[in-house]
């Protein structure tokens, strides 16, 4: 009898093989936005001759930061938007699975690493990768985040700079390290759990 594909799961994230991907829909419960919301509260700080290009979140943020010349109002909203939240039952949950060691996420906020505590170790930039301890839980924020608005992508140029060139290539070795080592676990399997 072939055994389902949760139970495949448990005993993968049981040999601990697993490396989870966790997306932003794991942190609309503790008050951060949505996508679609996040795209609105940039658009509404759009000028109307900006605002008929702005479809989505990543050409929003694009034409805020051309309408202003800067960053600065995108990350008024990106502070806004992320600061003094605090971490979910998902995020105390995922905090105490014993069998995973490496959560790999594109969420800005930093609720993962909040429920964590100090029984993690997060990586934005190259600096971080220099006190690696293999004992440690490993948050490996490809997106940025908060505390490192420079490493945020969310506009279209954001993306095309991370694809053409990862300026943080320490912590993206060791996220393709276990991208290719791994079996990896996106939130979308288990969401509706907690």
Request: aromatic share 10%.
């Amino acid at each position: 009898m072939q055994k389902s594909t949760f139970e495949n799961i448990i005993n993968l994230i049981r040999k601990e093989e697993v490396v989870l991907f966790v997306g932003a829909g794991c942190s609309i419960a503790s008050g951060a936005p949505s996508v679609d919301s996040l795209t609105k509260l940039i658009i509404d700080k759009l000028d109307s001759s900006f605002y008929s290009d702005a479809t989505d979140l990543q050409k929003a943020s694009a034409a805020l930061i051309l309408q202003n010349g800067n960053r600065e109002v995108l990350n008024e909203i990106l502070i806004d938007s992320f600061s003094n939240l605090l971490p979910s039952d998902f995020h105390k949950a995922l905090s105490i699975i014993p069998f995973i060691h490496d959560i790999i996420t594109t969420n800005y906020d930093t609720l993962i690493e909040d429920a964590i505590g100090d029984k993690g170790q997060v990586f934005v930039i190259n600096d971080d990768c220099t006190s690696y301890s293999p004992d440690s839980r490993h948050v490996f924020k490809i997106h940025g985040d908060i505390s490192h608005l420079n490493e945020v992508v969310i506009s279209e140029d954001d993306y095309r700079r991370v694809i053409g060139e990862h300026s943080q290539k320490l912590v993206w070795n060791q996220v393709y390290g276990l991208f290719s080592t791994k079996h990896i676990w996106h939130n979308f399997w288990y969401r509706n759990l907690f």
